[in-house]
């Protein structure tokens, strides 16, 4: 059976595209089990080498890999460019990755035990729609570094990013079978992954209620699981922050992505004193985001990725917004840039949009802004303003979330770790600490007697 895959900022084909089944699934989950005694006894320099390869194909395909992201989920071809740029860097970093991740010596009565750092077998990637290559090479990085095989399972409506990164994967000298791209339905092809009794882990990006499904489903073989869910971010504009800055960066923080982000600070907490002067900046900073054709060059924000989630994000937005932006008059997805003002309690504040809606929430003092910002399921972004560095600080340590930043409003970097408190998830992407994710530590005990 075949499926087509859309443009959302046109509604056109692009792609049509054979749907996997259990059977495609049960095949490469076969292939990849079939690879990993040669892929795991691979040298770590030879791996490096090839991982290097692959990320400087990325590099020499970063246009065609950008425009393929850009028209598949409808992201602004410049943001598009950005995250291929990342993708690349990811598998760069792995690559360096490999020969530093090693055991320890531990000395112990009777001799001397050492850890060694083994790979697990076959890993199931289930990654989401909104950042597709991205997310993908966020788990194939570490993964292939550590020796594992892997089967990528990309979401049907965004999955023509994973399979050129599988040819790609071919094209460097990954032997075949270390790379399985199978593209089918969530509740079919991810489904058997997570129960398959030859996978032994699957690192999952995508909502908390499948999340939820991931780790019942994971339960009966005790894969080992990894979760990167949603988020319910707040971005906390104390008095004496620059309210200029914050507030020029604010809409970037949910609008980014069409909100279409799990970091996406989607609430923002003002402090009452400055709250209608920083409501005035952030409605003017909202009107210069420019929503429009995702190939155009200037274009900040596209469209929604499909109806259905247009429809979703709708239904977060009762009566007349506090502001509210144009959006084109044209096929495609489109949902405004809507800010609007409202308590913790509710549903906008509560639940994650996963769209172009902002949340302006104010408080009264640094212990209310904490308790507004934890008092929430999820805990995985967030970003704190203020001049002053010893409250960032004590700010910092009170949020229950993986991933802050003060007086900036991004979350994501190679280099450090990435990951959710709470409902937002467990384990840890990106950095070293990933690689703690497809490795299990071994400890074998030498004996010096005798
Ligand atoms: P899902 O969690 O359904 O999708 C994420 C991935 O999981 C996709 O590859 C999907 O496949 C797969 N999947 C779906 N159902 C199952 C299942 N039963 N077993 C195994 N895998 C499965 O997200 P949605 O696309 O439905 O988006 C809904 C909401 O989730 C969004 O509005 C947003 O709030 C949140 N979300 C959060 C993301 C994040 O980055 N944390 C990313 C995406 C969504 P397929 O789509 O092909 O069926």
């Not at 390869?53 to 590099?59: G, N, S, W």
């Not at 992505?257 to 005035?280: E, K, M, P, T, W």
Request: aromatic share 6%.
């Amino acid at each position: 059976m075949t499926f087509t895959v859309l443009n959302p900022a046109t509604e056109l084909p692009i792609a049509e595209l054979e749907q996997a089944g259990v059977e495609e699934a049960d095949a490469a989950v076969a292939w990849a089990k079939a690879a990993y005694p040669s892929w795991s006894a691979v040298a770590p320099g030879d791996r490096a080498r090839l991982l290097r390869r692959l990320a400087t194909l990325v590099e020499e395909n970063a246009e065609e890999l950008a425009r393929i992201e850009s028209e598949n989920v409808g992201k602004p071809i410049s943001g598009a460019r950005g995250e291929i740029g990342m993708v690349a860097q990811v598998f760069h970093f792995y690559a360096g990755a490999i020969d530093k991740h090693v055991g320890e010596t531990i000395p112990v009565a009777g001799g001397v035990a050492a850890t060694f750092r083994e790979p697990l077998g076959v890993v199931g990637l289930i990654v989401p729609w909104n950042f597709p290559a991205n997310i993908a090479s966020w788990k194939l990085g570490p993964a292939l570094a550590c020796g594992n095989t892997v089967v990528l399972k990309p979401a049907e409506l965004t999955p023509l990013s994973a399979l050129r990164l599988g040819e790609l994967c071919l094209e460097a000298g990954v032997p075949e079978g270390v790379v399985n791209v199978v593209v089918g339905k969530g509740s079919v092809v991810g489904q058997r992954l997570i129960e398959h009794p030859d996978v032994a882990k699957i690192a999952f990006t995508g909502s908390t209620e499948v999340g939820r499904l991931v780790m019942q489903g994971a339960a009966g073989t005790i894969k080992r699981v990894t979760l990167e869910l949603g988020g319910k971010s707040a971005n906390v504009i104390f008095e004496d922050a620059d309210l200029e800055r914050a507030a020029a960066a604010a809409p970037y923080s949910v609008f980014d992505n069409a909100g279409q982000d799990c970091c996406a600070r989607s609430r923002i907490l003002v402090q009452r004193s400055v709250y209608d002067r920083f409501l005035g900046l952030l409605i003017d900073a909202t009107r210069d985001v420019k929503v429009g054709d995702p190939a155009d060059e200037e274009t900040e924000m596209g469209p929604l990725v499909s109806a259905a989630q247009r429809e979703t994000v709708a239904s977060f937005v009762d009566g007349e917004p506090t502001y509210r932006g144009d959006i084109p008059d044209a096929p495609g997805y489109w949902y405004p840039c809507t800010v609007v003002e409202a308590s913790n309690d509710d549903r906008v504040a509560r639940e994650e949009v996963f769209g172009p809606v902002a949340a302006v929430i104010p408080f009264e003092d640094e212990a209310d802004a904490i308790r507004i910002s934890n008092d929430t399921p999820y805990g995985l972004s967030g970003s704190i303003w203020t001049r002053d560095g010893s409250r960032a600080l004590r700010v910092a340590r009170a949020t229950e979330a993986g991933v802050l930043s003060v007086n900036a409003n991004t979350s994501v970097r190679v280099q450090t770790p990435f990951g959710g408190f709470k409902q937002s998830g467990f384990g840890r992407e990106l950095g070293m600490h990933a690689l703690d994710g497809y490795s299990e530590v071994k400890s074998v005990f030498i004996s010096t007697e005798g």
